[in-house]
């Protein structure tokens, strides 16, 4: 298969990476704003390539150049997030813009960019990461509005892409996760210890976005162990 990721420079999007890369048969294009770290990972495998990437301001032509020397793209895992933790009336309108920039706009755009690629793949997976704080009914936490309300739209763009894009054969689902051990989570909760590591949850984002079109479309499914 071949995967693009995005935010593989740290956390669950890094362990995901190396996980994939694991199968000799998969190709991963990792993409992140931070050139050293991707860089590292991409040492770590050769089935790794990196791209220097910024979602909220893309260089198209240099994902599209790295997307045709790969050979097309199967699987779109759009794990980049940005968590800004701020009092509903102290954030600012900044702040909403980059949360909905990344979180939301990001992810529009390369799926919007990676279409005609993923059209032509028999096996296509558009995976999004969204969060428990943004799956309908679940505990919500103070300071998260921003981040929260982005995943919310994340979780039903999915719900609504899988149906446009069923007659094309393109699965997109949405992991909405609960706590995971990362530099997001200790921004959010300091001090908090999740039971799950990414290294773990990466073992099972990998294996979702080898195989879970084959029995999910249009889903939102909570992946958590925990509160949060
Ligand atoms: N950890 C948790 O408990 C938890 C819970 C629920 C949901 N999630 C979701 O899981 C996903 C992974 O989170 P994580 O915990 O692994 O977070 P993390 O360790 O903070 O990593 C976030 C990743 O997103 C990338 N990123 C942020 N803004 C970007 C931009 N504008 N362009 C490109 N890349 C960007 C970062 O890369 P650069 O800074 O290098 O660009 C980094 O690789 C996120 O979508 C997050 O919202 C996490």
Redesign the pocket.
């Known amino acids: 298969m071949n995967i693009i990721i ?9 362990d995901t990476a190396l996980k994939l890369a694991e199968n000799p048969e998969n190709k991963i294009l990792a ?4 050139e050293q ?1 991707v860089k590292e990972l991409a040492v770590e495998s050769d089935q790794i390539e990196y791209l220097v ?4 301001s893309p260089d198209i032509d240099a994902l599209l150049q790295k997307v045709e020397a790969m050979g097309g793209v199967d699987i779109l895992l759009n ?5 800004i933790n701020k009092p509903f009336r102290q954030l600012t309108m900044s702040d909403w813009q980059r949360s909905f920039g ?2 939301i706009l ?1 992810v529009i755009g390369l799926i919007r960019t990676l279409l005609p690629y993923l059209e032509k793949s028999s096996n296509a997976h558009i995976i999004n ?5 943004g799956f309908q009914g679940s505990s919500k936490f103070p300071g998260l509005s921003a981040y929260s309300a982005s ?1 919310a739209a994340v979780a039903n763009l999915t719900e609504c892409l899988a149906e446009e894009l069923k007659d094309q054969k393109i699965a997109v689902n949405c992991l909405a ?4 051990q ?4 200790e921004t959010a909760f300091p001090g908090y210890q ?1 039971s799950l590591s ?1 290294e773990k949850m990466a073992e099972w984002v990998a294996w979702f976005c080898l195989n879970g079109h084959q029995f999910f479309n249009g889903k939102i499914l909570p992946v958590s162990v925990s509160t949060p």
């Open positions: 995005t935010g593989a420079s740290k956390g669950i999007g890094y993409l992140s704003r931070n770290k990437f910024d979602i909220t794990n980049a997030g940005l968590l990344t979180n990001g990461i969204g969060s428990m704080g995943k996760f609960g706590a995971v990362t530099e997001m989570l999740a990414s």
